[in-house]
């Protein structure tokens, strides 16, 4: 059973950038998944961050601009998440999930997450 | 972009069905995926692709899609079926999520 344990600070200031991590147990990140963030506000719905396969191959929430990175190590079974520019409105609950992607002739059909972190509270505030 | 409409929130009796619905324009072409989230907790995978059940769900929960609507079926509903429910899907190189229905069990 997979598991993920997101960790990173609960603080940011505004303008700087956020970075989290994802550590994956009982499960090998190069294993044939991807690997996803997804944010919530308190007491709003889920948005999709990005995700991301063991190779470096990406995908990102347009609406994110070009603020997200993520990046994946596999000696440390873990990926990591980096957003720039941070304010008040990014204050959220941020899950990272395993990643299950289909695709047709090279592109992406469907997504889905089929195990999720328990996820951590980053508030931006000075 | 593509949006994806819920009601924000349903109510059932205990041992009632419960429907929630998620309607996108042509839903019916793509795969509607549900996700049960409780208080505190992070989200549940409780249907992909349309209609199946990942293991460990209880089979009172199924899904359909067709048209412009996809929809999250508990039968005999149970007090702790009470979560809010996101549908998602993907289109246009983008994960959307619906905004999330209340399912009230009175």
């Known amino acids: 059973q997979v598991q993920l344990q997101e960790s990173g600070p609960g603080l940011v200031k505004p303008s700087d950038t956020l970075s989290l991590t994802c550590a994956v147990s009982?499960?090998?990140?190069?294993?044939?998944?991807?690997w996803g963030w997804i944010r919530q506000p308190p007491g709003k719905g889920l948005e999709w961050i990005g995700f991301?396969?063991?190779?470096?191959?990406?995908y990102h929430n347009p609406s994110f601009k070009s603020r997200v990175t993520m990046s994946v190590d596999t000696s440390k079974n873990q990926f990591s998440l980096k957003v720039n520019s941070m304010t008040a409105v990014d204050t959220a609950v941020y899950y990272c999930?395993?990643?299950?992607?289909?695709?047709?002739?090279?592109?992406?059909?469907?997504?889905?997450?089929?195990?999720w972190g328990q996820g951590t509270l980053v508030t931006v505030s000075s | 972009s593509y949006e994806l409409t819920q009601p924000p929130s349903v109510s059932v009796s205990p041992g009632q069905a419960a429907s929630i619905t998620c309607s996108g324009d042509?839903?019916?072409?793509?795969?509607a995926y549900w996700y049960q989230q409780k208080p505190g907790q992070s989200p549940v995978l409780v249907i992909f692709?349309?209609?199946q059940r990942p293991s460990g769900i209880p089979e009172r929960f199924s899904g359909s899609n067709s048209g412009d609507t996809a929809t999250l079926t508990i039968s005999g509903t149970q007090a702790m079926d009470e979560a809010d429910y996101y549908c998602?899907?993907?289109?246009?190189?983008?994960?959307?999520f619906g905004g999330g229905t209340k399912l009230t069990v009175l």
């Open positions: 009982d499960y090998s990140i190069s294993s044939s998944n991807w």
């Open positions: 999930a395993r990643t299950w992607i289909s695709m047709v002739r090279g592109v992406v059909s469907q997504v889905h997450f089929d195990s």
């Open positions: 991301i396969y063991y190779s470096g191959s990406a």
């Open positions: 692709r349309d209609n």
């Open positions: 042509i839903l019916g072409d793509k795969y």
């Open positions: 998602q899907a993907w289109d246009s190189s983008t994960v959307v």
